[in-house]
């Protein structure tokens, strides 16, 4: 029993998948797949000022000093009905502008592995 525990831990992350995107601006984004309803972060669910799907996109506005972009965050897209995404900051932004609105990110349906129309629930906390 205990050796079956062990080989079905060992094979846990051979059921997750990492899709990375670059666009033509050079800038990447990190998608990880995961299978089940649990979703595993490097890091705290990113705080979002709002969120909302538009035009076959994912758009979070997120704090910013100036210099974030979309390649600063893993997507993490856990299977399920509806999916979750979570939204994982993976570089601090270190600049010092004063960006009181945040900025706006996006990621379209294709480069978080969903179908147009599909039901999705981001999980990230919204700050009100």
Not at 46 to 58: C, I, K, M, N, P
Not at 98 to 114: C, F, N, Q, R
Request: glycine fraction near 8%.
């Amino acid at each position: 029993m205990r050796r079956a525990l062990v080989a079905a831990a060992a094979c846990l992350p051979l059921l997750t998948g990492c899709v990375i995107y670059a666009d033509d601006s050079g800038e990447t984004t990190m998608v990880r797949m995961e299978s089940g309803t649990a979703i595993t972060t490097t890091g705290p669910a990113e705080t979002l000022r709002a969120v909302r799907f538009a035009d076959g996109r994912l758009i979070a506005q997120v704090e910013s000093n100036g210099c974030t972009t979309a390649a600063d965050f893993a997507v993490s897209v856990a299977e399920g009905t509806p999916v979750d995404i979570t939204l994982t900051r993976t570089r601090p932004d270190p600049c010092k502008a004063i960006v009181p609105d945040g900025v706006e990110l996006s990621w379209t349906y294709a480069e978080l592995g969903l179908t147009s129309g599909e039901a999705a629930h981001v999980a990230n906390p919204l700050r009100l």
